[in-house]
């Protein structure tokens, strides 16, 4: 680190944002970096510590979305940064297949032991979220020697071609971008903010209509995996009705078919479990991790009831960076952070204040449709005042506002018109009040 001074955890603006160094930067990036890439906010970030990042015009802006759901144990937090430099020092690179080193076995053992359920479980460590479902797919159909893989409206599992498939949204992530990857069938998910159905039986019509249309239309011993996020990310922080999960794991399990819970972004204390499937009790064959995993490095995970993960050949796994020693580092003191600081309970307080703080503003303005999520994951849906009609002019226009005012928040959606907050569950009560009266000031601005 070029400095050890701590980061005032407080919001400070000193010039216009984006201010002038940024955008000077910004014409660089224009003309250095491929179009094709998004940009959500043109602020260029030179430190960050905690919840709160410092741009290159020296303004603090308060991070509510932790680089989409990476740094919730606070961006470059000690225990994080610490390992990271002694495991720098001491090696960067051997590749696991051809050399192996104990740091990537260690962060099995803590994958191994955290997901949820009391059987022997093993893993393997990749690069990032696309690549672990990627692998999850691969060893799903080994293991049961089917082709059909499950996925609903609405779902987002990366940027590879496999993955690309499996998303629901065309825009921007599919378009222009095909052929895509056979057998990948798309169910109706329990949306309840947009249900056309009776809400009252939303689950149980929700799970008929899926288990129906499985049967009919691909015939359930040709599915090898039933692939969900137990809350959606990207498509809109949807929280499915209680006893969806559940069912659709029981299904799975009568039709000797793996159940596969993508919690890339609703993983490692997010939700205020230690995994969203706990929130239930479901205990999934196959579980993806990657985001919160390594702090801020990247790596994801697969773990899975060890009968599955070890009925692949040998080499058939693998990859040159997987499980990288210096990302295993960060994920060894990622994990610590969560544990010894209790960072799931943190979570439930974080989206408690969250959550009552987003309904005051739900009363208090009727472009809020509906306030939804599980701790420290919450969202607002934006509407047209009086409709469900999407709202997505309102939603740009909010988060315009916000970034103006050094507060970094995300959106969402498949319509484009969700709000998301993704905070580092580490966020001070004092940043989240300060954040809040900024969105508040931001509605009022509509
Ligand atoms: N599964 C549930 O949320 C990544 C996408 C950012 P990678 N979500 C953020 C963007 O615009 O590309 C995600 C996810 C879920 C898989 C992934 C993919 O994870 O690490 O981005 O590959």
Redesign the pocket.
Known sequence: MTTTTEVTQERRLVTAIPGPLSTAAMARRSDAVSGGL?LTFPVVIERAQDSILIDIDGNQIIDLGSG??VTSVGNATSRVVSRVIDQVQAFTHTCFTVAPYINYIEVCEALNRLAPGTHKKKSMLV???????ENAVKIARYYTKRPAIVVFEH??????NL?MALNAKNMP?KEGFGPFAPEIYRMPLPYSFRWIGNKATITEDAIEMITHKIEKEIGAHNVAAILI?PI???GGFIVPPKGFLPALAQYSRDNGILFVA?????GFCRTGHMFAVEAENVVPDIL?T??ALAGGL?L?GVTGRAEIMDSVHISGLGGTFGGNPVACAAALGAIETMEQDNLAVRAQHVGKVLSDGLKALAAKYSVIGEVRGMGAMQAIELVVPGSIEPNSDATSKVLKYCTANGVFILSAGTYNNVIRFLPPLVITDELLADALGVLDAAFGAL
């Open positions: 998004g989409i759901g690069n990032s979220g696309a690549e672990a479902v779902a987002y599992h990366g940027r590879t993955t992530y996020e959606q990310g990207e993508d919690e890339v972004q609703t993806i990657a985001k990247p994801g």
